[in-house]
Antibody, heavy 124, light 108 residues
Framework: QVQLQQWGAGLLKPSETLSLTCAVY????????WSWIRQPPGKGLEWIGEINHSGSTNYNPSLKSRVTISVDTSKSQFSLKLSSVTAADLAVYYC??????????????????WGKGTTVTVSS | SSELTQDPAVSVALGQTVRITCQGN??????ATWYQQKPGQAPVLVIY???NRPSGIPDRFSGSSSGNTASLTITGAQAEDEADYYCNSRDSSGNHMVFGGGTKLTVL
């Protein structure tokens, strides 16, 4: 059974770079999407971006200028960097495994395994 | 702003049936995926694809879709179903994922 373990600095100062890593245990790293999602306190989920095992990325347009997601297949890990953080980046950050499929015309995407979340605080 | 729209809150009497909806243009091309999130916990996948439930998700959860609207139905809601529910799909470009704003379900 696949499990995701995530870690990284939880307290940052404004303008610093957020750095989180997620390790994949118990399953194959290939054939899946690897995503980052965040959730500000009391608010909904926001997709940050994704990477596949070959390194192809997609990012949320609202964060694209500050986000880098990378993968280290040798370690079955993927990472998130978010630069120039502000108080607006205060959130719980989750990593997740994604998959997809289709029924002809209709496609679907899902995230079936999630990390436990890392709370990131930004304070001077 | 989210490209997927959900009602902020819905309530249901214990044992009754409730439908949670999600609207968006991308749902004309992509099936919605549904997640359940309880306070302090990571989201849990409950419905994906046409109407698929991961192992461990009770069969009282089901999904459907029509036009630009996707629905999550809980038939015989239980107290443990009280949670936030989020829909999710690719956006209209197909390159990004979007979440609905979430629906808080209260079981009375």
């Amino acid at each position: 059974q696949v499990q995701l373990q995530q870690w990284g600095a939880g307290l940052l100062k404004p303008s610093e770079t957020l750095s989180l890593t997620c390790a994949v245990y118990g399953g194959s790293f290939s054939g899946s999407y690897w995503s980052w999602i965040r959730q500000p306190p009391g608010k909904g989920l926001e997709w940050i971006g994704e990477i596949n095992h070959s390194g192809s990325t997609n990012y949320n347009p609202s964060l694209k200028s500050r986000v880098t997601i990378s993968v280290d297949t040798s370690k079955s890990q993927f990472s998130l960097k978010l630069s120039s953080v502000t108080a607006a980046d205060l959130a719980v950050y989750y990593c997740a495994r994604g998959g997809d499929g289709d029924y002809g015309f209709f496609s679907y995407y899902y995230m079936d395994v999630w990390g436990k979340g890392t709370t990131v605080t930004v304070s001077s | 702003s989210s490209e997927l729209t959900q009602d902020p809150a819905v309530s249901v009497a214990l044992g009754q049936t409730v439908r949670i909806t999600c609207q968006g243009n991308s749902l004309r091309s992509y099936y919605a995926t549904w997640y359940q999130q309880k306070p302090g916990q990571a989201p849990v996948l409950v419905i994906y694809g046409r109407n698929n439930r991961p192992s461990g998700i009770p069969d009282r959860f089901s999904g459907s879709s029509s036009g630009n609207t996707a629905s999550l139905t809980i038939t015989g809601a239980q107290a443990e179903d009280e949670a936030d529910y989020y829909c999710n799909s690719r956006d209209s470009s197909g390159n990004h994922m979007v979440f609905g704003g979430g629906t808080k379900l209260t079981v009375l």
